[in-house]
């Protein structure tokens, strides 16, 4: 993003807010952590949601659903949780800077099946399909955005809805994430923008939903600092952090100006999504006879469904200053034969890209047994997906997929049972033979004592494009091949909403686990299996102090490829309530705490993180301290994170913490949010 578009961006911020401070909200409004297929979404006492009301008066009543799910949510309004604001989460580690790429400290394998490109590094702030939320709001509501951070980190985050008619309604988002970064070639830049809309003709037989997203990622690489030891250098130079030395990309000029983004060496990756689903509806009609109206209902017996799908990705490293000596130690370029899409003498830029294309057509058909539970349907459809990779301006490959898909859903009316079953199988193309087989069982126990839920998932899936076959990256695949991976997943979850408390544990058997085992050389396991257990509770100290704990521990056994710590916690001392009329506060301390282990090394070329077991790191715990509140329809978020980094020996905030072997997170920072929510 340029300059000029950037100014126009914070004017058009300034001159909407400005006016919002005039507008009055009952009730509150935030955003939304996230969920899973189908959602389990919350909606908070303090949610928004206004079934009767004065239509004069300047209040909204907004719900939300996903494009697959079968029901509504409202927003979750909490302010104990800064990290539904944001698209970095607790248990993940990035490399020391936000927007850098990221990983998560807990096991969560990929499991989608069916053809994948294989890059995810940055995967956290990017926008998708499966995150689109489909409004329904009786006046138009806007929510602005916008934080600032020490060494002029920025966030930027407008989303606008309403409904055109009360059977149509779309939404506009967009979203911006700026930081030049502490440590040289470190910077990142990522945009983000979601256009999406819903229709349903008014005698309730057709439906539409179009999405159109854009998302364009981009993240300076620095290879890492060259030594650890520069982090307890006590020279003068040092301190600031910009003067230690990297391992790529020292010898280009750098500047810490947020304006410019122009990228010298590291990634960019962006994507188009486009997505226009039909839906036609045969059933029954009705009526709802009240004093003074007359409601026309619809309940679908049939529903025939069309979806195309469009997406395109490009994927590119680029370094305008290459430095030789890293290049030839861990990627054996300049004329090895192991890497023979490395040209022999790199004295200018390096640079290694390719761009997908996907074309998907799915036609599916619903049949509701019972015409008065539209949650309890079973769905049936067949897909044709086509493909193709082209790099260095040619047409490299074009494979295609034909698959075929079920799912059944089924949450009773007395909302005691609440099922989920799908399945895809790939029947013929580039992916035959994958498959995704789900189900999960949930029931309500009692509404004092809570639910129990237990489910079952095994993946059979062609490891992605990048991992096994030429796409223009430096990459050596096993020559012997590869085969499918196999992850079989059993789990279970007790909420216990007396205890203010939920449980639950996840046992996974993977085999054929595809991974990287250095900076390009592609590996798969044998067979492995980890246990997770997981624990969160609300203790409540007094009638304002509360310490909110999550817990996990998950230990692998057998040849595992995969570096996890035994233990993970977060724990959050809040002092919280509402005081005087209007103000709503949430202050204390949140610290998340992860045994030592050895963490994955990060190649940043071909952007995936990798098994290493040399390095080892023992971490203190990352503390912030933090005041959250809330007046009306203006919220404000103001932190001091990474406390733990304070050195009594000079009193600096220099004793940093590592996310990876040679790649530190940042000393202290300041962090002030502003949110605004408000009704046109």
Known sequence: MNKTITYILLAVLMGIAVPALSQRLPGRLGNLGGMGRGGGGRGGGDSLKFEHRDPFSDSVSIRFKYLDSVRSFTFDSSLIDYYIKVPLKSEYVWLGNNGTATKSLVFTPFTKPGWDHGFHAFDAYAFNIAN??????????????YQIGSGSEQFINVVHTQNIKPNWNFAFQFR?????????????????????????????????????????????????????????????????????????????????????????????????????????????????????????????????????????????????????????????????????????????????SNTWSEVTNDFSIYQFPDIKNQQQFLKVGASLQNLAVLWNDTVRDRPFNIFLHGEYRNRTKNKKWDMAAYGQFYAAGFNAGDYNAYISLQRLISKKIGSLQIGFQNTNRTPSYLMRNA????????????????????????????????????????????????????????VFNILQIRGSKDFRISRHWHWYLDIILQQKAGNSPVNIPLLYTRNRLVFQGQFFRNLNIATGLDSRYYTAYTPDNYSPIIGQFFPQDSISISNLPDIAAFVHFRIRSFSSFIRLENLNTIDFNGFSFTNNNFAAPLYPYQGLLFKLGIFWNFVN
Request: glycine content about 4%.
């Open 471 to 526: 796409t223009g990256f430096p990459v050596a695949t096993p020559t012997v091949g590869t085969n499918k991976e196999n992850i079989t997943q059993l789990f279970g979850t007790l909420q216990l909403p007396f205890l203010q408390a939920e449980l639950g544990a996840h046992y996974y058997l993977v085999s054929n686990y595809t991974y990287f085992k250095n900076f390009y050389e592609v590996e798969q396991s044998g």
């Open 132 to 145: 689109t939320f489909f409004y329904n709001t009786t006046r138009p509501f806007t929510e602005l955005d």
């Open 176 to 352: 911006l994430i700026n930081v030049p970064g502490f440590f040289k070639s470190q910077n990142t830049n990522h945009s983000n923008l979601r256009f999406n809309t819903n229709y349903q003709s008014p005698n309730k037989r057709y439906n539409i939903y179009f999405i159109a997203l854009r998302n364009s990622l981009q993240a300076a690489e620095n290879g890492g600092i060259q030594n650890d030891s520069f982090m307890t250098n006590k020279s003068d130079v040092y301190y600031d952090r910009f003067n230690i030395p990297i391992n790529i990309a020292s010898k280009a000029s750098y500047s810490r100006d947020f304006f410019n983004t122009t990228l010298k060496t590291g990634n960019k990756y962006t994507s188009f999504n486009l997505l226009i689903r039909q839906q036609y509806d045969l059933g029954k009609k009705d009526s709802l006879v009240t004093d003074s109206t007359v409601i026309r209902l619809f309940y679908p017996r049939f529903r025939f469904e069309h979806t195309l799908q469009y997406n395109s990705f490009r994927f590119l490293f680029q370094d305008v200053s290459p430095d030789t000596a890293f290049y030839v130690k861990n990627y054996k370029m300049y004329g090895t034969p192991a890497i023979p899409l490395a040209p022999p003498d790199i004295t200018d830029t390096l640079r290694f």
